[in-house]
């Protein structure tokens, strides 16, 4: 089972976006750059060097528990995920967890992997699970590859996704 290293975080609200955010840009540049958009008041595409300069740098060790390969550990460092989302500024009232809770982000790999979570596991008022856009992994730095989705909590790598290259946030579509 995994077990991250990393301590409580504040909620939306209290988390100022870095100024490295501030211009958005349409569509991903190059290899190694991700969109950040959806309903969101600031689109913006980062790259691992923005992550790494812009956001206070977690340390999760995991370990997998593939069902084909046995137990695989691995050290990750990167930002936290909602600190980064909550930077384009999600468009719903921080102040109100109700409305946090029904949105979802969805994210997709270089490689067509895609991963989607709840706004309210990575929330410090829900679940507050120490989700990471990973900058290095295993000391190894991820600049020409891509940042990568971290999920310590889970067991198994399933929603690990490598060369992210869009994180959509938003509420549902419900079909009535």
């Known amino acids: 089972m995994s ?3 990393a301590a409580p975080h504040p909620t939306p609200a209290a988390t100022p976006a870095p100024a490295s955010v501030s211009a958005p840009t349409p569509v991903p540049a190059s290899v190694g750059s991700f969109a950040l958009r959806g309903d969101v008041a600031r689109p913006v595409v980062l790259t691992v060097a923005d992550l790494r300069r812009g956001w206070e740098q977690h340390r999760a060790e995991v370990v997998f528990d593939c069902a084909t390969a046995g137990p695989r550990h691995h050290a ?3 930002p936290l995920l909602r600190e980064v989302v909550a930077a384009a500024l999600p468009r719903f ?3 109100r967890r109700k409305e946090r809770a029904r949105f979802l ?3 997709s790999g270089g490689d067509g992997h895609h991963a989607l979570l709840s706004w309210a596991e990575i929330d410090a008022d829900f679940g507050d699970a120490p989700v990471l856009l990973a900058t290095r ?3 190894r730095d991820l600049d020409g590859d891509g940042p ?3 999920v310590p909590s889970d067991r ?3 929603r690990y ?3 992210v290259t869009g994180i959509w946030i938003g509420p549902p579509r419900l079909v009535t």
Do not use: E, I, K, Y
């Open 105 to 107: 982000l969805a994210v």
């Open 93 to 95: 009232d921080p102040a």
């Open 137 to 139: 992994t295993d000391d």
């Open 148 to 150: 990568q989705l971290v």
């Open 156 to 158: 198994c790598g399933a």
């Open 3 to 5: 077990r991250p290293n």
């Open 161 to 163: 996704v490598s060369a």
């Open 76 to 78: 990750f460092a990167g």
